[in-house]
Antibody, heavy 118, light 106 residues
């Protein structure tokens, strides 16, 4: 069974760093792109970017380029999303999802809620 | 960026009704269009990919059509579990989502 399991909720202060994770299982982790999607409170879905764990090829949405860093560790089938200096506006639910060959996101993690508040 | 515009933004319907949600792209995206369903507090779920292909396990009352710039998601014979928010997403270039359509019980 394909599963993406994300790390737990985080509460951080502005300026702090953060790395959240997304662990894949039940499929060949290196052979599928992993995308990241932001959902701010009460709002819609926003595409952040995507990483191919097999060679770490990463493509960021222009809106998120330079704001976050995506990475992956194939030895533990885990993708990461990190911030070096959080802002209050980073408060949101963050989802990872596997990109199917036909281009849809076919499996999703349960989401990681990030709250940034002083 | 390719802009995706859904209509309506919200919709009220009854169990058993047929509903249609429209998604328009700001430029042609061929059939690189996916539809997702999201229920409160849950991750989105892929319903339709490549404009008209039904994702495995999704009931056949869901269907998608369109190409170029205009797309539709149709749900026949609405069931109680179908009341949710629906998003379109283009995967022709850097992906973008529509703003969502909230389907509510009348």
């Amino acid at each position: 069974e394909v599963q993406l399991v994300q790390s737990g909720a985080e509460v951080k202060k502005p300026g702090e760093s953060l790395k959240i994770s997304c662990k894949g299982s039940g499929y060949s982790f290196t052979n599928y792109w992993i995308g990241w999607v932001r959902q701010m409170p009460g709002k819609g879905l926003e595409w952040m970017g995507i990483i191919y764990p097999g060679d770490s090829d990463t493509r960021y949405s222009p809106s998120f380029q330079g704001q976050v860093t995506m990475s992956a560790d194939t030895s533990i089938s885990t993708a990461y999303l990190q911030w070096s200096s959080l802002k209050a506006s980073d408060t949101a639910m963050y989802y990872c999802a596997r990109k199917a060959a036909a281009a849809g996101l076919d499996y999703w993690g349960q989401g990681t809620l990030v709250t940034v508040s002083s | 960026d390719i802009q995706m515009t859904q209509s309506p933004s919200s919709l009220s319907a009854s169990v058993g009704d047929r509903v249609t949600i429209t998604c328009r792209a700001s430029q042609s995206i061929s059939t690189y269009l996916n539809w997702y369903q999201q229920k409160p507090g849950k991750a989105p779920k892929l319903l339709i990919y490549a404009a008209s292909s039904l994702q495995s396990g999704v009931p056949s009352r869901f269907s998608g059509s369109g190409s170029g710039t205009d797309f539709t998601l149709s749900i026949t014979s609405l069931q109680p579990e179908d009341f949710a928010t629906y998003y379109c997403q283009q995967s022709y270039s850097t992906p973008t989502f529509g703003q969502g359509t909230r389907l509510e019980i009348k």
